[in-house]
């Protein structure tokens, strides 16, 4: 089975400043998805951003990018200029891309991002 | 954008009674749902792969008969804990996939067995 490794339960970073959390997978298998979300205070999964395996370019999103490392597995989240609405659970997740739309998500634990005004 | 709603938000029950959760895929039809369960400060554990008009897949180590999941059609799937007991406490969030990104979730559900 996939495995997803967040090793950073907790991170903080003062507000307009970037951080970086960071990801990690094990999978024997060459095309598939990831996946970061954000799990604010209301619990609403809400999707950040993801990215495509067979992409090398890194996804972007406003303030949000990727750092996607393939050989490495791994997906590191940077989330630049931070603000206080960034505070939230950051989960990074996998799911392959055998059948789209019948696959579970493989979730990591979680990266508890604290922001400081 | 699909939107997935989940009812009830929030819910109580005394031990021994039965809750239903709803999850309804509300402008897109989802032949496949999930449940998650999610305990405080940690993350989302998979429960089952519900699939429309045929039996759900359950994880191992879910108690089938105590977690009833209904998948009637395209856009309602049903999560029913049953004889609910205060160790059944939990949030539970569903998600439905809409083709090969679409992939949204509830809002969750906070259930309490008291």
């Known amino acids: 089975a996939q495995t997803v490794t967040q090793s950073q339960p907790e991170m903080s970073v003062q507000e307009a400043e970037t951080v970086t959390l960071s990801c990690t997978y094990d999978?024997?298998?060459?095309?598939?998805?990831l996946f970061w979300y954000k799990q604010p205070p209301s619990r609403q999964m809400i999707l950040v951003i993801r990215q495509e395996a067979y992409k090398q370019q890194n996804a972007t999103e406003n303030r949000f990018s990727v750092n996607f490392q393939k050989a490495a597995k791994s997906f590191s989240l940077k989330i630049s200029d931070s603000q206080l609405g960034d505070a939230a659970m950051y989960f990074c997740?996998?799911?392959?891309?055998?059948?789209?739309?019948?696959?579970?998500?493989?979730f990591g634990t979680g990266t508890s991002l604290t922001v400081i005004p | 954008g699909a939107v997935v709603s989940q009812h009830p938000s929030r819910v109580i029950c005394k031990s021994g009674t039965s809750v239903k959760i709803e999850c309804r895929s509300l402008d897109f039809q989802a032949t496949t749902m999930f449940w998650y369960r999610q305990f405080p400060k940690q993350s989302l554990m998979l429960m089952a792969t519900?699939?429309?008009?045929?039996?759900?897949?359950?994880e191992q180590g879910v108690e089938k008969d105590k977690f009833l999941i209904n998948h009637a059609s395209l856009t309602l799937s049903t999560l029913t804990v049953t004889s609910a007991h205060p160790e059944d406490s939990s949030f539970y969030i569903c998600?439905?996939?809409?083709?090969?990104?679409?992939?949204?979730f509830g809002s969750g559900t906070r259930l309490t067995v008291v």
């Open positions: 998600s439905a996939t809409q083709g090969v990104y679409g992939y949204t």
């Open positions: 999978t024997s298998e060459s095309d598939y998805y």
């Open positions: 997740a996998y799911r392959s891309a055998r059948d789209p739309t019948g696959n579970q998500f493989y």
């Open positions: 519900s699939n429309e008009g045929s039996k759900a897949t359950y």
